[in-house]
Structures are given as C-alpha cells and as structure tokens.
C-alpha cells in the first residue's frame, strides 16, 4: 500500500509540473521554426549510417554464428528428427537468403537516395508486372514450403501401432515427471486423477489386469531402434513434454491424454561421443570449475564435473518450478534395456509392500 | 447521401463551436474532442509502456545474472526482491504483465487508439468522430482498465503470472500458483474493461471512414493510415468479443464452480470437482484473439510507415492498390490461422496442416508490402526526418522478423522450436519491435499535430532512433540462437541444471543490450515531456505532407477547420509530380499537391 501510495504521489506531482509548465507557456510568443527538419546535412548523415547499419547488421550475424554456433542443438537423436533438420536447413537457407538480400535493398536504397537539395524525385506509382513477379515469387516458393513441411508433419503425427512401438505414458504435475511402462502386456491401465490415493501417485485402476504389469519411474529409459509411442498426461495443470534432443515435444492437458511416437537412433553413449556435445560439454566444464573456485574461496563445496544426459524440459508456464521441472532421459541398447527394465517394480508389486 | 450528412455535420458544427463555453473538465478530463481524446490515449499509452518496459529491465538482470544480487529488485518488488534475490513467483509475474501491458495497452490502445484518433478524423476531413461520447466513453473505459491493472500490482499474493496467455487450470486455480488468486481476478476485469473500450472505439473508428468522409474522399483516395484504421477495427470487432467470452467463462469457473476449461485435477491433495471441460477450449478461444490481436498491432504500424514512407521520399507510395488489397488479404486470413499457436497442444493433427497452410499463406501479401516499401525508396529523394528512420527501421524488423515466422508458421518445425526463445526473438521483432516504431515514427511525425505545432526536437530524436535500432537488434538476433540451442521461454534461471550453463554470456550480452536500449527510451522521455512544453513551433505542414491533417488549423479547435472543410479532388500520394510537358513539378517549386488542390491544366489525370 505505501508503495502505491509513493506511485500516486509521482502522478499527482508530475500533474503539478505540467499545469505550472502551462502557464509559463501562456506568456511565450509564438514563432515558426524549421531547424527540426531533417537538413541536407541530416539527410547525408543519416543515409551514410543507413549503410553503417546494414553492416552492423551482417556483422552481428557472424559474430553471433562464430561465436555461438557451438551452443546449438546437436544431431538429432530420433529418426523423425532428422528429417526436422532437414527442413529447418532448406528453410534456414531461403530465409537467410531473402533476408541478406531484402535488407540489403533497404538500407542500400535508403543510403543511395537520400536527400539532396533540388533533386527530383521518380514519380512512380505502379508497376503491375512488378507486383505480379513478387506476388508469384513467394507463392511459387511457399507452395514447394507448405507441401514439403506438411509431408514431413503427416508422417511425424501419424501415430499408430502397426509397428508394435513401446508404449510409455509421460505423467506431468508440479513439479516434476513420471514415467509409466505398459510392462509385458505393452497396454497401459486405466488411470485416473480421482484414483490417486497413497502410493498410486498416478492414480492408475488397480482392478484393471492392464495395469498390473505396469511400471513406473522417474528416470526415462529408452531402447535405441525401437519405435516409442508416448501418451501424455497432466495431474494439475498445463504442462509439456519437450525433448529438444529428440525434436519431440507435446502438451500435456489435464482431462485428456495427448500423444507423441518417435524412434531414438543414437544411445546416450554415443551422443557423448559427439564432436559437438564434446566441445560444449568442455566449455561447460570449464565454466563450472571457474564457478567451483569462487565457491572454494567461499568455503563451500565445489561443483561436479558434468557429463551429458538426454533431457525431458517441461515447456509450458506451470507455476513457481517451472523451470526445473526436468527428467533425465537414457537411450541405452536393447540388452541394457531389457536388464534395467527387469530390475523395476511393477506396480502390483509396489502396491503390495 | 454521404454529401449531404456532411453538409448537416458542418451547420451542427459550427453552432456548436460558438455556443459552448470549455470548461477544464469538459477540455481536460472528460473532453469528447478527438484530438484530445488522442493525446489521452498517447499519454496513458506511453505511462503503462515505462512500466512495461521497467520490468522487462528487472526480469533481464535475473536472466542475465541470475545469482547476483540487485538492491534494484528490493525497492521495486519490495517482499519479492527481499536480500536483492527475484522470487520465482514475481519473474513469472513480471512476464506476464510486461506481455499484457505492452501487447494491449500499449501496442492496442497506445498506437491504434492514438493514431485512430487524431487521424481518422483529420484525414478523411471529418469534424470529429461520430460520436464524441462514446469516444470519450471507450478513453474512460481504457483509462479504468489501466488502473485496474496498475492496481493488481500491489495486491497481497501478487499479480496475475500464468503468462499473457493466462492458460487455465494454472490462471484458474489459485492452489497452482499465488498470482492465480486476486491478481488474476483484478488481470481478467481489467482486460474484461479494456475490450468494451476497444470495441466501442473500434465501431466508432468503422463508422466514422464509412460515413464521414467529405466531398471527393472516396475510398481509394484515402490514406493508406486509414486503410489500415479501418481494417484494424474491423477485425478488432471480429475477434474482441471471442476473448471476452473466453474471459467471462474463465471467472465462472474460477468463482461459480463451472467447468468450461478445467478437468481431472488433482492439486494441493484433493481431487477438483471439475469434469469435461478443455483447457484446448480455451486455447482455440483465446487464440482467435490472440493472433488477429497481433495484426491488431502491427496494421497501424504498416499504414503509418507507408504514409511516412511516401511522405518523406517525396514520391507516391508504390503499389497503392495493392497495397489495401494486401492489408485486405493479412486481415481475412489474420482470422484462420489461430491454430499456428496449438500445434503440440493435443490438437487433431489435421487442423495442424490446415493452419500450416493458411498460416504460410500470410506471407505472400506481407512479402508484396514489404517490396512495395522497399520500391518506394528507389529514386526518390529521401528527407531523413526521425519518422523517417523508424519507418525504414519498421520494415528492417518487419522483414527479419517476419521471416522466421516461416519456420514457426511450419508444423513439422514447431515442434522443436514451440515456446522456445526462438518464438520470444521472433515476435518480439515482428510485432513487438516492429508496432514500437510504427508507435514512434507517429509520434515524431505528427507530434506537431498533436500538441499545436510544437515539434520534437530532432537530435533526440536521432540518438533516440539509433540506439533503439542497434540495442534492438542486439537483443532479438542472439536470442534466436538461445532458443535454437532449446532453451524453453519463462524459464526464471536456466542455471539451476547444467545443460544450459553455456548460455549465460548470450544472456548477458542480450541484457546489456537491453539495458542500452533502455537508455534510449529515457532521451525519448525526456524529447517527448519537454517539446510539449518548450518544443520548437514549426510550419503548419513541416513534412511537405499531401494529406488533410496539415490544412487544418494549428491550434485545436473543436471542428477541426476554421471555415467549411476542404473537398478533396486527388489521392494522397501526388508527390514529385510532373506536368504535361514534364518541364516542372504540376505546381511549379512545389513538389507536393494538396489533397484539396483540384486538377491542374497542366496535369495528368491517373486513375486516382
């Protein structure tokens, strides 16, 4: 309230300026000035740092590359994603392309016709041929955009069970992730939020015999070259399950169960062994030791190295820890697979203890 | 039939002009004037801005540092900031109200309301709005809704922080986060106010173009700046009432128990009553706004850059009917294409690839206009006046901006880049940046309009226009690359696991850009308070400018025009016109014709 109150006092004092500023206007004459138009000088100056600006532009766009190219996203893990990849660089590239080459004409324009005393001006209004070519341009280029990225989105979204994908639910509430498996059967429970009760966090059907092979974690193990067929699920509120990595991401609603398949193609292992996530987990490294030394100086422990994992970020503003709402995610090889699924609690098992 | 009401109007007018006696309140406060009505909406536009603009500044120094300590977050945030440290609560905050006051009051009521104002009027030759009293009603009602917002500041448990989208179960349930109590309540009668104004200036705005124009001002002879007024309310009147909808339905189930948008919730240990309501429900709602809202902002932007354009390169804006058949084309699809917004939300696939399709398909008539801007620089002879730099600036954003959209506009790529800082860098340059110079290119232009022939001075206005230029660039073009490498947006650190600790020097560059953008704004403050008290008086039409407005009197009358209003016998872009026997510009040394000049001898006949 007091703050308020001190906003309120700024309002009405700055009122007070204004009303005493008008009659000090009152007593002036009036006179007609035209030193706030542009000059000739103006004019030249501005149209030489027009062409400044088109370079500060080019120059800030390979800076920024050089420098940061190294924290992008690395190769894509699943199948699906590589495909992605492959259209985010076609239409980098013509984006890049038109971009470079618009904002070129802009500045350049605005640099070579700027204003000079007595010159005229082209008086010219129209040019239908023009229009048409720069009508046609983007609709010839766009169409070849929109059929290529709605291939690429039907066969991504296409999700059936054909190929006996692993069926894997995604639990999101605040904050933080489950994962159930379908277990042997690969058919997920009957689950329910009325149902959660104890240790039935996810509020699974117990009666259902679907669900009694079910299992549930907190550590998202996927085998390398199977098909993954995520359903997605929501206890409060809006949540979403984006795995950069993997160029998967979908919503997770409360009331409904959304979906997402992909199919991993490189372990966690081998993302490791990636030139790309090499370099950016060095810098890392090298970030957290300058941080652990200034934390040593403190007398507080210092920080562990860090290794690189596959990560599931929740993308959906959903309160307070938002941002550390995460799960680890591990792609390891069929037989890892089979061995660390073998070593979980089913839920019937869980519930009995 | 339009002659004649006119005639009436201009009679009713000038009684009126004599008889009444202005009282302060009835000039100041509760004025019906529009051009005072204009002035209102600027000020009030530009007050909620600072604020908006200040708490981007708080929100960036967390981002940037996250583990420092600011004293600044103390005296601002007062038990939010305690020991210097943001709340978790407050960063959410802070971004959505930041969203909520730059995307509505500033970038709607600031710009549209502003601008609509002081030129629909002065352009088409009206004396003032069709109705005056619901003008001044919709400033009013603008004006509550401001203070309602500015109000839910200070509220115990804190304003609304769900984000500008206010996506329930989160804005509906105060159990998922302390912003959804109060503060929620105070953001949705706010917004509730703000769209009756908006739709009460936006009819308005329709029926004043459509019945006020005087003698000669058909409608391919006005403004561009019209065109783009006209159609922004049009789709202001389509698309507002969907959000009050999705508005009232939001405070049923957040205080009677309905269950429009909330189902299966299990939250704080209990099970909601709630079944068979949709948060997707309330997506598709608020994105029919919510998207038509960004053309909303940017429409104006577009029709005051091709004026200003035409203007000060002394030559006609290129294209000029394709121009209204562009702006024509952005608005009907600006209708269908919501759904760009719900790709990964659960939506049928299907709808994904219809919305791919129509979303691509804004690109074709923003790439014409985008060119025709580009056209009309060539050979002209451009007079670099500060409205003339934002207007280059404008569609600099506009181009870089817009294309990324080609990415986000693609299903298959959404899905990676979906609420990443890719989409924050991307609209924040397309509309965001984009709207912000259409605001400040109006301002430097018809600044003398507006406060009786003082103008801004234009060195402050140089500084202004550049470090707005480069810091807007420094902070949108890295914030791409943060949002490539995956980084989710509203995230209050991104340090507290390590797979994004590489980022943080992009954040701070991005920061210090900011701060250094932030510092421009401040030389515009000042240019804006002390011109309107000491500002240089400059010519009644400085710019050399075709349109109406600058045949008016300097001083505001209420009426506009001293004597009968002018006719108009061209359209408005006859600049650097020559003559038949192409010796001369039509009227010899001047190379502009009035609207109100009829048809010279020596002269052409185009088809306008």
Same mark, same amino acid.
């Given at each position: 309230m007091t703050a308020f109150l001190v906003v309120l006092v700024i309002i009405l004092f700055g009122v007070a300026v204004w009303q005493m500023n008008r009659i000090f206007q009152m007593s002036k004459p009036d006179r007609s000035d035209t030193s706030e138009i542009a000059s000739e000088k103006d004019n030249n100056l501005h149209g030489y740092l027009m062409l400044g600006f088109i370079f500060f532009i080019y120059i800030l766009l390979i800076v920024c590359f050089w420098k940061w190219s190294e924290v992008l996203l690395p190769v894509s893990a699943s199948e699906h994603g590589l495909e992605i990849d492959q259209l985010m660089l076609v239409s980098m590239i013509l984006i890049f392309i038109t971009g470079i080459f618009t904002e070129w004409l802009l500045f350049y324009f605005a640099f070579k016709y700027r204003g000079i005393k007595n010159k005229k001006a082209l008086f010219?209004?129209?040019?239908h041929k023009l229009e048409f070519i720069w009508t046609i341009i983007p609709v010839i280029v766009l169409a070849g955009l929109i059929i290529y990225g709605l291939f690429t989105w039907t066969e991504i979204m296409d999700i059936n069970t054909d190929d006996d994908p692993l069926v894997v639910e995604l639990y999101a509430y605040q904050f933080d992730w489950r994962a159930r498996y379908a277990g042997e059967d690969n058919t997920l429970g009957e689950a329910n939020v009325r149902l959660i009760e104890g240790v039935n966090q996810l509020g699974?059907? $117990?009666?259902?015999?679907?669900?009694?092979d079910d299992i549930v974690v907190n550590e998202l193990h996927l085998p390398l070259g199977r098909k993954v067929l995520f359903k997605m699920r929501s206890q409060d509120v809006l949540h979403s399950a984006y795995m950069p990595h993997f160029r998967a991401q979908m919503n997770c609603v409360p009331g409904m169960v959304t979906q997402f398949a992909f199919t991993p193609i490189m372990t966690t292992q081998e993302m490791r062994q990636e030139d790309h996530i090499i370099n950016k987990v060095k810098k890392i490294n090298y970030l957290r030791r300058k941080e652990s030394i200034k934390l040593a100086a403190k007398g507080e422990e210092p920080l562990e190295p860090y290794e690189f994992d596959y990560l599931l970020l !929740?993308?959906? $503003? !959903?309160?307070?820890?938002h941002y550390n709402m995460q799960m680890k995610i591990i792609v390891e090889t069929l037989e890892e697979y089979n061995v660390w699924i073998a070593q979980q609690a089913t839920l019937a098992e869980t519930l009995k203890k | 039939m339009s002659e004649q009401a006119n005639d009436h109007e201009v009679d009713h007018h000038d009684d009126h002009g004599h008889h009444h006696k202005e009282t302060f309140i009835t000039k100041y406060v509760f004025s019906q004037d529009h051009k005072m009505i204009s002035r209102q909406y600027l000020i009030t536009g530009l007050f909620m801005g600072v604020i908006g603009i200040a708490m981007s500044m708080l929100f960036r120094l967390q981002l940037a540092w996250p583990d420092k300590q600011f004293t600044v977050y103390e005296i601002f945030l007062g038990k939010w900031g305690e020991d210097g440290v943001m709340d978790p609560n407050i960063y959410l905050a802070l971004v959505t109200i930041h969203g909520t006051i730059m995307v509505f009051f500033v970038l709607t009521a600031g710009l549209s309301g502003t601008f609509s104002n002081l030129l629909i009027p002065l352009q088409i030759g009206a004396r003032d709005m069709a109705s005056g009293f619901l003008n001044m009603l919709s400033y009013w009602l603008f004006f509550l809704s401001s203070v309602i917002m500015v109000l839910s500041l200070f509220v115990e448990a804190g304003?609304? =922080? =769900? %984000?500008?989208?206010?996506?329930?179960?989160l804005s509906a349930l105060p159990q998922a986060i302390p912003g959804s109590g109060t503060g929620m309540t105070l953001w949705l009668v706010s917004m509730a106010i703000f769209i009756a104004s908006s739709l009460l200036a936006a009819l308005n705005y329709i029926v004043t173009v459509i019945n006020l124009r005087t003698k000669g001002m058909s409608m391919t002879r006005l403004p561009l700046t019209i065109w783009s007024f006209f159609i922004t309310a049009i789709i202001g009147v389509v698309s507002f009432p969907v959000l009050l909808s999705a508005v009232l339905m939001l405070i049923m189930d957040r205080s009677f128990g309905t269950s429009f948008f909330l189902s299966d919730i299990y939250i704080a240990g209990e099970v909601l009553?709630?079944? %068979? %309501? =949709?948060p997707v429900l309330f997506e598709h709602l608020f994105w029919f706004l919510g998207h038509p809202e960004v053309y909303i902002v940017i429409l104006p932007a577009m029709g005051i850059v091709s004026e200003i354009m035409a203007t000060n390169s002394r030559k006609p804006i290129f294209g000029y009917r394709a121009m209204i058949a562009s702006i024509l084309a952005i608005a009907f699809l600006s209708t269908i294409v919501w759904g760009h917004h719900m790709f990964v939300t659960g939506m049928n696939p299907f709808l994904g690839s219809v919305f791919t399709f129509t979303t691509l398909l804004i690109a074709i008539p923003s790439a014409v206009k985008a060119f025709n801007w580009i056209t009309t620089l060539w050979k002209g002879n451009l007079q670099m006046n500060t409205a003339m730099l934002f207007s280059i600036g404008f569609v600099s954003t506009f181009i870089s901006g817009g294309l990324t959209g080609i990415i986000l506009g693609d299903s298959a790529l959404d899905i990676n880049v979906h609420d990443t800082y890719f989409v924050v860098a991307h609209f924040h340059l397309v509309m965001g940046i984009s709207a912000l110079y259409g605001l400040f290119a109006g301002i430097y232009h018809w600044f003398s309009k507006m406060f009786e022939g003082r103008m801004l001075n234009k060195n402050l206005g140089y500084v202004h226009f550049w470090i707005t230029a480069i810091g807007a660039y420094g902070v949108f073009f890295p914030m791409h690359f943060i949002g490539m490498a995956g980084l989710p947006r509203r995230y209050y650190t991104n340090t507290n696991f390590p797979y994004f600790d590489d980022l943080a020097d992009i954040n701070v560059v991005i920061t210090l850009f900011a701060l250094f953008a932030a510092v421009g704004q401040l030389v515009f403050m000042y240019n804006f308070i002390h011109s309107i008290f000491y500002g240089k008086k400059g010519p009644k039409n400085p710019w050399k400018s075709t349109t109406l407005e600058w045949t008016a009197k300097v001083k505001h009358i209420h009426g506009n025009w001293d004597g009968p209003i002018p006719h108009v016998h061209r359209w408005s872009y006859d600049y650097s016109k020559m003559n038949k026997d192409r010796s001369d510009y039509v009227i010899p040394g001047q190379d502009y014709i009035p609207q109100d000049i009829p048809l010279q001898e020596n002269e052409d006949e185009l088809q306008n």
């Open positions: 010219y209004a129209d040019n699974v059907d $117990i009666s259902d015999p679907n669900a009694q !929740c993308n959906k $503003i !959903c309160g307070s820890n | 304003p609304a =922080s =769900s %984000g500008w989208t206010i996506y329930p179960p009553h709630n079944q %068979g %309501g =949709s």
